[in-house]
Structure formats: C-alpha cells, structure tokens
C-alpha cells in the first residue's frame, strides 16, 4: 500500500480510492474481531485524545465503526464518478496474543496515514476528494495514537503475554453454537449487501436511508451476536481462515465481495428471500434457548429481521408500481 505519486486524472482518484476502500472494509471487520476476541471490561487503558479511562474492547468497536464510515464515504465518492466500488478486503489477522492484535491495529493506522497524506493528487484537481482524504486521515491519526496507548498499557502493567479468549471445544459441538455461528455470518453478508446498494442507489435518498437502516441493524446484530457467542463459550469466526503455525489466523476474503442485482428491482428482489431465510433461522435457533437474556437478545433481533422482511415486500411491490422508475 504505496502512496500515489501523480494523481490527475479520474483513473488515478479511482485507483487510489479502490485501494483505501480494500484497506477500510478490512479494517471496519478486523477491529471488530479483534474487539470480541477480548473480555469485556478487563483491559482499561487511558486514552490520550477523549482524556478518560476507556475499556480497550469497547474503544476497538468503535473505531471499527469509523472505518465502516470511511469506506461508505469513499464508496460514495466512487459511485458520485460512476464507477462501482470494491468490496475485496486487504488481508484480516488474528494474532493469539491481544497485544499483538493491537500493535497490527497501530502500524495499520499508520501505513493508512501515509497512504492518505502522502498520495499526491495534483492540486485543484480533485478538491473535495482531497479535502476528503486529508480529513479522514486525521480520524486515523486518533485511531493510531489511541492504539497506541493501548499497546503501550499492555506492556507497562506486565500483561504483553495476555491471550485472546479461547474458545471451549465442548461448547463449539454444540448444535445451538454452530447455528448461531451461521447467523452471525449471514447477519455479516446481509450487512454488506445492504452497504452496497445504499452505494449502488446513493441518488435516491428514500431508498438509501431506508437500506441504511436495515444495514445498520443487520451490523448491530452481528454485534450482538459475536458477545453472545462468546457467553455460549465459543468465538466470532473469520471467514475463509487459514491458521498458521504462530496461531494466526489469516483472511484474505472475510466477507463476500459479490453481492446479486445491478438495477433497482433486481437488487431489491434478492432481500426479501434473503430476510425470509435469516428469520427462518432465527426461529430455528431461539427454541433451543431456554428462557434468559440469549433467547431474548435473539428474539429481538427476529423481531427486527420481520420488520425488515415487510418493508422489503413493499419497497419492491412500490417499485414495480412506478413507471418511469430506473
Ligand atoms: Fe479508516
Ligand atoms: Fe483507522
Ligand atoms: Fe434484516
């Protein structure tokens, strides 16, 4: 990920953009997981920029969640020039060791930093793109200062040596575990697909804001989803890991980057069965819960997927009503 030396034309803003968005989905991924790979409440650290004691899982998330506004921004921009955004990712890492998940977090931010400032764009060229990048690379530099002191808090209170959580082998046969794991990576899928033709469809804010939502609750429940697997003993995956003798695992694919539908009706026919199938699922799994905060969790993530499973009923049939409508 080398800046960019001579950027004046709209292939060379595309290409630079098509490169930072592999970075950005990667990231808005790997920070999650690392996140849910950590114990809630264990590891605190005092953040240098919001000047407060912070959980460091719960900071990981949320940066995760700015780099999943990153590459929506950039995505748009890409749309806004008529071409059609990636969605293949650099490659996503899982180190045994939390520390060395969060010094990968740190030089990540740090290799990014380079990329967005030092990529030349010939000035008066591109403007608001530039004004675009610079802006997000400072978001960057808070990411990289705030992984650092994390990083630097691990070592000072003696707990560099501290591993991820580890899953339960006992826990992982269960039926309930593995179908939650299946969920939780079609509540990954639906989020993207989602994030796609909010991108795909950026020019007509009804049906924009309206995916927006769904994406957002389909992100909060692959979410949820990732603590519960944890109380349940197992481990949010990483799709298409390969695991290496360090006790690495490795991702160069962690979420589908084809996703069905070019036009409006072909895009909006493939959600309906999509919800349809997820809440099937959903009903399957919360009858093997007894009752407590799992069964509920889940059911009010069903509850949310049949909202989601009628709007797209009549967000198609109003389409197809419509003449004139492209
Ligand atoms: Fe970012
Ligand atoms: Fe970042
Ligand atoms: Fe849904």
């Known amino acids: 990920m080398e800046p960019l ?20 989905w ?52 890409v749309r806004q020039m008529g071409a059609f955004p990636t969605f293949q990712t650099d490659e996503v890492i899982r180190f045994p060791r939390i520390m060395d998940n969060l010094a990968r977090n740190q030089r990540t931010e740090d290799m990014v930093i380079a990329l967005y400032q030092k990529s030349k764009i010939r000035e008066g060229a591109f403007p608001k ?35 991820c959580l580890q899953p339960d ?16 990576r079609l509540e990954n899928e639906l989020m993207h697909r989602y994030l796609y033709y909010v991108l795909l469809f950026n020019e007509h804010q009804d049906l924009n804001w309206r995916l927006f939502k769904n994406s957002i609750d389909h992100m909060r429940h692959w979410d949820k989803n990732s603590g519960l697997l944890i109380k349940l003993g197992s481990l949010v995956q990483m799709e298409n890991a ?6 690495s695992e490795r991702s160069l694919k962690p979420m589908p980057d ?9 895009a909006l026919q493939t959600l309906f069965p999509a919800e349809e199938q997820l809440i099937a699922r959903y009903e399957n799994i919360i009858r093997l819960f007894p009752e407590g905060e799992v069964k509920e969790q889940l059911k009010f993530h069903l509850m949310q997927n049949r909202e ?8 198609l049939k109003n389409a197809r009503q419509v003449k004139g409508l492209v």
């Open 242 to 247: 390969e695991r290496r003798p360090d006790g």
């Open 169 to 184: 082998p006992q826990a992982e046969g269960k039926e309930e575990v593995s179908l939650l794991q299946v969920i939780t």
């Open 26 to 77: 990667a990231v808005s991924l790997e920070y999650i997981i690392h996140a849910y790979s950590m114990p809630k409440g264990k590891y605190l650290y005092s953040d240098p920029v919001v000047a407060a004691v912070l959980d460091m899982r719960a900071q990981t998330i949320q940066i995760g969640i700015d780099e999943m506004y990153h590459a929506l921004q950039m995505g748009l921009v």
């Open 129 to 163: 793109v530039q004004n675009m990048f610079w802006n997000i690379s400072y978001d960057e530099v808070r990411h990289s200062r705030q992984f650092q002191a994390m990083v630097e808090t691990l070592k000072r209170s003696g707990q560099a040596e501290a591993i």
């Open 5 to 24: 030396k001579h950027i004046d034309n709209e292939g060379g803003v595309l290409e630079l953009l098509t490169e930072s968005l592999k970075h950005e």
């Open 258 to 266: 084809i996703y069905p539908g070019t036009d409006r009706l072909s």
């Open 308 to 315: 989601h499973l009628f709007t797209q009923e009549w967000l």
